[in-house]
């Protein structure tokens, strides 16, 4: 009889991260608050062992593509990002050729507004995620913001000849999802599966420094003080079911007064697109674990 060693169940992180020889993608969105610059510092601080890796505000998702977890779930309230997630994940060849329709057209202002004027509920769902890669690249500062009608309006941003996509970085993102869940849902939902043993990433939009400089304009009506409460105590109960969570935000006195009972670091972060509304260069962010 031959024995045949059973997988692990657990993630291991020296493991997967030689689970595609290939490519190893990057975000295929432009994101407000992407995790990029802080990769680096944020990956010393992951359990090298977990179950199944969540990321309830997945965003462009540096983390997740930069670990490439075996088994995740990722969700975002986000339905349009969510959207070209299914898309890259399902049909990447099929998304590339959409975004094609666009390929040696110069991007001028007027294409721009032209795009943003679709309604998305008329196109298909390839049509729609490319629409949401095509403006995320073209509008200014690859911001994500809605008006009260749930309605993009961000202005065009004037680059004179962006990257709509790269083959093989869709590819290889293509890849990386083949095994992942993808939610649009509000994270007092999406905190509620994890269980025991699972690692939790949460990366919230950011709790603002002063009154009038913060970006929290993913979605209709931001993100509040109360959503910040709430998730501190997702975070808690998180812990109470023996989940390992890790959490980033900025620094202010009420985030290290809601998870003072955590273990909590500053870390230095270099921002393009900066959630905090201080310009450009070096800002604190916060890092709290409960391991
Ligand atoms: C700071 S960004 C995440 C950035 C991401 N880590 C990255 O590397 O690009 C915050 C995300 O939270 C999402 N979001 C905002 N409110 C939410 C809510 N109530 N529930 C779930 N997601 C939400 C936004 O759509 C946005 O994508």
């Not at 993009?152 to 941003?157: A, H």
């Not at 970006?215 to 023996?242: A, I, P």
Request: proline share 6%; aromatic share 10%; with cysteine.
């Amino acid at each position: 009889m031959v024995l045949v060693a059973r997988q692990p169940v657990q993630t291991r992180l020296q493991a997967s991260a030689g689970r595609s020889a290939g490519l190893v993608p990057t975000p295929f969105l432009k994101w407000a608050g992407g995790k990029g610059q802080l990769l680096d510092q944020l990956t010393r601080h992951i359990p090298s062992e977990f179950g199944t890796y969540f990321e309830p505000f997945v965003g462009g998702g540096a983390v997740f593509f930069h670990l490439r977890p075996q088994r995740a779930v990722l969700s975002d309230s986000n339905p349009d990002l969510i959207q070209a997630y299914e898309a890259v994940r399902d049909d990447p060849e099929g998304l590339m050729s959409a975004l094609d329709t666009f390929r040696g057209r110069i991007i001028t202002e007027e294409l721009y507004y032209s795009v943003r004027r679709q309604n998305p509920r008329n196109l298909s769902a390839l049509a729609r995620a490319a629409r949401t890669i095509f403006l995320n690249k073209t509008c200014f500062n690859g911001l994500y913001r809605v008006n009260s009608n749930g309605e993009f309006n961000v202005p065009f941003g004037s680059y004179k000849s962006p990257t709509l996509y790269v083959r093989e970085n869709i590819l290889a993102a293509s890849l990386v999802l083949k095994n992942t869940e993808l939610h649009v849902e509000d994270f007092r939902e999406s905190c509620k599966a994890p269980r025991k043993g699972d690692f939790v990433y949460l990366d919230p939009p950011y709790d603002p420094l002063s009154k009038t400089s913060s970006f929290t304009d993913y979605t209709r009506g931001g993100f509040k003080e109360q959503d910040q409460r709430d998730l501190s105590e997702m975070f808690r109960e998180l812990d109470r079911k023996g989940c390992k969570v890790m959490l980033s935000n900025s620094p202010t006195p009420m985030l290290r007064e809601l998870y003072r009972d955590f273990k909590c670091m500053n870390l230095k972060a270099k921002r393009a697109i900066n959630c905090k509304g201080i310009g450009r260069g070096a800002v604190d962010e916060l890092l709290v674990v409960n391991y």
